[in-house]
T-cell receptor, first 114, second 112 residues
């Protein structure tokens, strides 16, 4: 069964900590995405990557960075966690030609910053 | 730019009721259209899709027809179950080769 795996389902971090959220896919997909989901705000794109070492800012990149050193792994980094980054984080991947195939999502990481 | 508009929720129905969740879109070109479902505490799963006008996507008793004349892709199910309680997202493939454009999501609550 093909998968997108996010390393943690639940995470609690302290304000100011550097936080790494990991996402791994086993489908050899070129495109990978990080979203955050908040009540009433829907899905908001943070960053995406269409190839190894390539990254593009989404709608809300401030306070985040990403790393894609290998095709299967896409990491989201919170350089200095703040309470307003408490959210559900969703990773997704897709082949080129998203119009035909859509995305495959991971199960999500619920991050709480205290 | 491209956009997706979904009916606001929550939508509350009794078990075995008929379901419609409205989705309309604005897009240039010929997008593909998708419905995703998110069960509580989970990520999103692809429910169904349609890639051209008049196509009907279907899965698990849900259906949606790609209507270009009304720019709509409404989700329907003839008889809902408590297990259908979830958040439903409509999406379209934009001009980018990478991104989907998302609706805000509609929460569905089914009462026994």
């Amino acid at each position: 069964d093909v998968k997108v795996t996010q390393s943690s389902r639940y995470l609690v971090k302290r304000t100011g900590e550097k936080v790494f959220l990991e996402c791994v896919q086993d489908m050899d997909h070129e495109n990978m995405f990080w979203y955050r989901q908040d009540p009433g705000l829907g899905l908001r794109l943070i960053y995406f990557s269409y190839d190894v070492k390539m990254k593009e800012k989404g709608d809300i990149p401030e306070g985040y960075s990403v790393s894609r050193e290998k095709k299967e792994r896409f990491s989201l980094i919170l350089e200095s966690a703040s309470t307003n980054q408490t959210s559900m984080y969703l990773c997704a991947s897709s082949r080129p030609g998203t119009g035909v195939n859509g995305y495959t999502f991971g199960s999500g990481t619920r991050l709480t910053v205290v | 730019g491209d956009s997706v508009t979904q009916m606001e929720g929550p939508v509350t129905l009794s078990e075995e009721a008929f379901l419609t969740i409205n989705c309309t879109y604005t897009a240039t070109g010929y997008p593909s259209l998708f419905w995703y479902v998110q069960y509580p505490g989970e990520g999103l799963q692809l429910l169904l899709k349609a890639t051209k006008a008049d196509d009907k996507g279907s899965n698990k008793g849900f259906e949606a027809t790609y209507r270009k004349e009304t720019t709509s892709f409404h989700l329907e199910k003839g008889s809902v179950q408590v297990s259908d309680s979830a958040v439903y997202f409509c999406a379209l493939s934009g001009n980018s080769n990478y991104q989907l454009i998302w609706g805000a999501g509609t929460k569905l609550i089914i009462k026994p």
